[in-house]
Structure formats: structure tokens, C-alpha cells
């Protein structure tokens, strides 16, 4: 009776050894993984604060070039009609104005 207490006492040493080679190794998982993440999303936030100003200098590029269209678009109004040219070209205008909306 005496030594199956001792082999069970054996087994679960061992047991709890392993157990908590287990254990150490999640919790270390755990963390490369919080790391990782917190790298990742630390470069993708880095990489939009480096680039937010060449960003908005397109946005402020495109709106521009809105505003010349429209412009455009409307002075082609006021011009006579028998220029050569003009009608196709206000109406090239008027469809970039159109599919912009």
C-alpha cells in the first residue's frame, strides 16, 4: 500500500511539473501576442500620423481641381455656340460634372 502512495505521489510531482511548464508557456504566448499586436497597430497609427499631411494636401488637390472644373463648366456657358468645339467640349464638361455627383 506504502508505495503505491509513493507512485502516486511521483506522478503527480510529475504532473505538476508539466502542469506548470504549461502554464509558463501560455502566459508567455500571451504576451509575445499582446506585443505583436501593440507593434502592429502602433505602426499602422505611426504610418497615418507620418502621411495625415500629404493626405490632406491630395484632398485639398482634388478639390481644387472640383472647383477649376466647375468653373469651367459654367464660364462654357456664357461662350457662343459657333466656336468649333465648344459644344462638344461643354458637354464633355458637363459629363465629368455629372459623374462626379
Known sequence: MENDFEK???LTEENNKMLRKIRRNQKISSWIKTFYWIIIL???????YFLQPYINSFNKNIQNLQNTINNIS????????SILGI???????????????
Open 8 to 10: 502516486l505521489l511521483k
Open 42 to 48: 502602433g505602426t499602422l497609427f505611426g504610418a497615418y
Open 74 to 81: 459654367s464660364s462654357t456657358s456664357d461662350l457662343p455656340t
Open 87 to 101: 459644344p462638344e467640349m461643354k458637354q464633355f464638361l458637363e459629363d465629368i460634372k455629372s459623374t462626379k455627383k
